[in-house]
């Protein structure tokens, strides 16, 4: 079955970089891409980024960019997100999810998320 | 505020059926299909309609989507308790080149 199983919650500073990981099983890694979407507290989704599994190509939120670096290990089947020079507003929980394609909305599987608190 | 709009609670009593309407624009509903989904406090969401009206594996069929023009809906019926939760409705944006989202409905099952 497929599962996307992230990393745990980080406590940061404000201006500090966090780093989050999704581990992929259950299918084909390469053939799907991997978004990461987030929701601050009591708000609604926000996508930030895709990543094509199989090339590693990127593409990222004009709010982000700069700011977030999308990576993939096909060796371990895992992708990273990567956030920097955080600010308060950055505390949300941080979803992967799975599309079967570039330009689709249709996440079919999502990980359990990652609450990022950035306080000083 | 989002890009697609959602009432932001609905409510009905079991057995009732319910819709939740999802506006947008030429840009993404006129020209792309709608997702929808469901998510209970403190889980992920979860994906409940794909391409406007498909239900995948293991959705109950009580759980409908239809789409007109740029506006799309989700009717729920023979409301059940457990059907208490956020719905989120998503397209693709051909001019934003991302999906995007509306800004959720709470469901309250009375």
């Known amino acids: 079955q497929v599962q996307l199983v992230q990393s745990g919650a980080e406590v940061k500073k404000p201006g500090a970089s966090v780093k989050l990981s999704c581990k992929a099983s259950?299918?084909?890694?390469?053939?799907?891409?991997m978004y990461w979407v987030r929701q601050a507290p009591g708000q609604g989704l926000e996508w930030m980024g895709i990543?094509?599994?199989?090339?590693?190509?990127?593409s990222y939120a004009q709010k982000f960019k700069g700011r977030v670096t999308m990576t993939r290990d096909t060796s371990t089947s895992t992708v990273y997100m990567e956030l920097s020079s955080l600010k308060s507003e950055d505390t949300a929980v941080y979803y992967c999810?799975?599309?079967?394609?570039?330009?689709?909305?249709?996440?079919?599987?999502w990980g359990q998320g990652t609450l990022v608190t950035v306080s000083s | 505020q989002s890009v697609l709009t959602q009432p932001p609670s609905a409510s009905g009593t079991p057995g009732q059926r319910v819709t939740i309407s999802c506006s947008g624009s030429?840009?993404?509903?006129?020209?792309?299909?709608v997702n929808w989904y469901q998510q209970f406090p403190g889980t992920a969401p979860k994906l409940l309609i794909h391409?406007?009206?498909q239900r995948p594996s293991g959705v109950p069929d009580r759980f409908s989507g239809s789409k007109s023009g740029t506006s799309a809906s989700l009717a729920i019926s023979g409301l059940q308790s457990e059907d208490e939760a956020d719905y989120y409705c998503?397209?693709?944006?051909?001019?934003?080149?991302?999906?995007?989202f509306g800004g959720g409905t709470k469901l309250t099952v009375l």
């Open positions: 391409s406007n009206n």
């Open positions: 999810a799975r599309v079967p394609s570039r330009y689709s909305s249709s996440f079919d599987y």
């Open positions: 990543i094509n599994l199989s090339s590693g190509s990127t």
């Open positions: 259950g299918y084909t890694f390469i053939s799907y891409y």
């Open positions: 030429s840009s993404n509903i006129g020209s792309n299909t």
């Open positions: 998503a397209a693709w944006d051909d001019s934003l080149n991302g999906p995007v």
